[in-house]
């Protein structure tokens, strides 16, 4: 997409995910670290959020991710924080930390404006796994600015998690 | 607790991100590093953090606890409180602030839980009612009570807003 997604889409996205969450009757929950909170708000959106909602950790420092959902130390040192291996590690840790939820999503990346690890701004990835499965993950570059970028990491994550819940 | 109810328009995301950058700047000179706990605003706090460059230095993140039992699990908010205060209240609303501050090893911690509709009014709760509270090396925590009478999203950003507001307020004293 060469622009950023809109509001519009964002919400729309959201309640997608809700409507699926509802018909399957999964209880949800997320770790953010670059979107800061935005997968909560558009989740939240909706009034009927807390029915398969169950809230998440923003996960905006290295710490947190180790020291709230357990991503090792070790793992962050070796390949830093924005990596596949470390967003499986976060949706795993979710899923530790909420016992009733059938479903986390957790993304991680580099809004920017700048790089970091000697990784390019907009690198994001989005874990999404079930309780009990493995993880799907998706890797991107977005080449918005820092607003956008967040917007279309928060869209991924809705979108992963919809088709996950929807399959 | 007196309470304070808005009549004008509910703040913009900009503006939402304009005084979060105003605390954040404060943060940065200070050295000290902010938490979040949100109830009813679901992230949208931590989104008008996050929307600065450079937030890493100062934001450490926090916790969406939507439900009662992740105010438990993940904010140790005692379970007898939830039970006798309700989860949108003063009480609340301070140990979450104060949870989430010690959770996440941070100076300062900011809360939000309220009533942001449609439903969920009660007699003694109505539509629109919010606790904001504010934990920081300044004092004890500080905790303020609102009733906005926007739709859902108003209310939130309102809260929102309320709670960054609280939160420039308290960074802003000198620590003791």
Redesign the interface.
């Known amino acids: 997409m060469s622009r950023p997604p809109t509001e519009g889409e964002l919400v729309a996205a959201a309640r997608r995910l809700g409507d699926r969450l509802g018909r399957v009757g999964w209880q949800l929950a997320?770790a953010?670290?670059?979107?800061?909170?935005?997968?909560?708000?558009l989740?939240?959106?909706s009034?009927s959020?807390?029915d398969h909602?169950?809230?998440?950790?923003?996960?905006?420092?290295p710490?947190?991710k180790c020291?709230?959902l357990g991503v090792p130390e070790e793992l962050i040192d070796r390949v830093g924080t924005v990596a596949p291996e470390v967003a499986e590690a976060l949706v795993d840790g979710t899923l530790a930390?909420?016992?009733?939820a059938e479903l986390a999503v957790a993304v991680t990346g580099l809004?920017?404006?700048?790089g970091a690890e000697g990784k390019p701004v907009g690198l994001t990835y989005v874990a999404v796994a079930r309780r009990g499965e493995g993880a799907r993950i998706e890797r991107r570059i977005f080449e918005h600015a820092?607003?956008g970028n967040?917007r279309a990491a928060a869209l991924l994550a809705l979108e992963i998690a919809g088709a996950v819940a929807g399959e | 607790m007196a309470t304070i109810t808005r009549v004008t328009p509910p703040p913009t995301p900009a503006q939402l991100d304009a005084l979060a950058a105003r605390v954040g700047a404060i943060l940065r000179e200070r050295g000290w590093w902010l938490a979040t706990a949100e109830s009813s605003t679901g992230g949208l706090i931590g989104q008008a953090i996050t929307s600065a460059p450079g937030a890493s230095a100062y934001y450490v993140g926090g916790v969406i606890c939507y439900s009662n039992r992740a105010k438990e699990l993940q904010l140790d908010v005692p379970a007898e409180l939830l039970r006798t205060n309700g989860a949108v209240s003063a009480e609340v609303a301070v140990a979450m602030a104060e949870g989430v501050r010690r959770r996440f090893g941070a100076e300062v911690g900011v809360a939000v839980t309220g009533i942001a509709g449609p439903d969920g009014a009660t007699p003694d709760k109505p539509l629109g009612l919010h606790y904001v509270a504010a934990d920081a090396p300044s004092g004890s925590p500080a905790v303020e009570r609102h009733v906005f009478g926007y739709d859902r999203a108003g209310n939130r950003a309102a809260a929102a807003l309320g709670a960054l507001r609280l939160a420039l307020d308290r960074v802003s004293v000198a620590p003791r």
């Open positions: 997320v953010e670290s670059c979107t800061g909170g935005l997968v909560g708000h989740l939240t959106e009034p959020a807390s909602f169950l809230g998440g950790v923003v996960c905006y420092s710490a947190v020291s709230l930390r909420f016992p009733a809004a920017g404006p700048d820092r607003d967040k």
